[in-house]
T-cell receptor, first 115, second 115 residues
């Protein structure tokens, strides 16, 4: 069974802090994704990575950066946290498409509060 | 980019009745349509998916239909049970040359099954 593990379930930080959210998957998946989930807005893609050291912007990358130094680990970085980044953050992974789209598997999420 | 709309945003049904959730998409190149169920406080989990080369797929009480011409797809849950209560998300993807299967999500439907 695919296991996507996010380092924290709950996190409270202060405005202006640099915040790191970590995600690890154990299925040797090529693709990893970071979403934020807000009521009424669904899941919105922040960044994704399709290989080590490769990254691409999603729909809402402003205020965020990512790092993928190892295949199994994908980090989301809030360079200078702001209150509008208070949200639920979900990490997901999937194998490379090949000839067919593959489903994404999600972690449990990190509920981040910025005070 | 792709735009996925989902309706209704909330749905209440009596136990044993059927529930239908509808989604439309804008990009005719989309070819993969998963549905996720998210119970309160838990991760989104894939419940069923359909690819553009089929019009319908069924798994026990759950079925999904796809109309490529109209660019809409629907989730059907029959004989609903209280444990079906959750938020359901539809998504669409066309994949990419990188092998990353970016998913574009609807805004979710909160289904409540009344015992």
């Amino acid at each position: 069974d695919v296991k996507v593990t996010q380092s924290s379930r709950y996190l409270v930080k202060r405005t202006g802090e640099k915040v790191f959210l970590e995600c690890v998957q154990d299925m040797d998946h090529e693709n990893m994704f970071w979403y934020r989930q807000d009521p009424g807005l669904g899941l919105r893609l922040i960044y994704f990575s399709y290989d080590v050291k490769m990254k691409e912007k999603g729909d809402i990358p402003e205020g965020y950066s990512v790092s993928r130094e190892k295949k199994e680990r994908f980090s989301l970085i809030l360079e200078s946290a702001s209150t509008n980044q208070t949200s639920m953050y979900l990490c997901a992974s999937s194998p490379s498409m090949g000839s067919r789209n593959q489903p994404q598997h999600f972690g449990d999420g990190t509920r981040l509060s910025i005070l | 980019g792709e735009n996925v709309e989902q309706h209704p945003s909330t749905l209440s049904v009596q136990e044993g009745d059927s529930a239908v959730i509808k989604c439309t998409y804008s990009d005719s190149a989309s070819n993969y349509f998963p549905w996720y169920k998210q119970e309160l406080g838990k991760r989104p989990q894939l419940i069923i998916d359909i690819r553009s080369n089929v019009g319908e797929k069924k798994d026990q009480r759950i079925a999904v239909t796809l109309n490529k011409t109209a660019k809409h797809f629907s989730l059907h849950i029959t004989e609903t049970q209280p444990e079906d209560s959750a938020v359901y998300f539809c998504a669409a993807s066309k994949g990419a040359e990188t092998g990353a299967n970016n998913l574009f999500f609807g805004t979710g439907t909160r289904l409540t099954v009344i015992p």
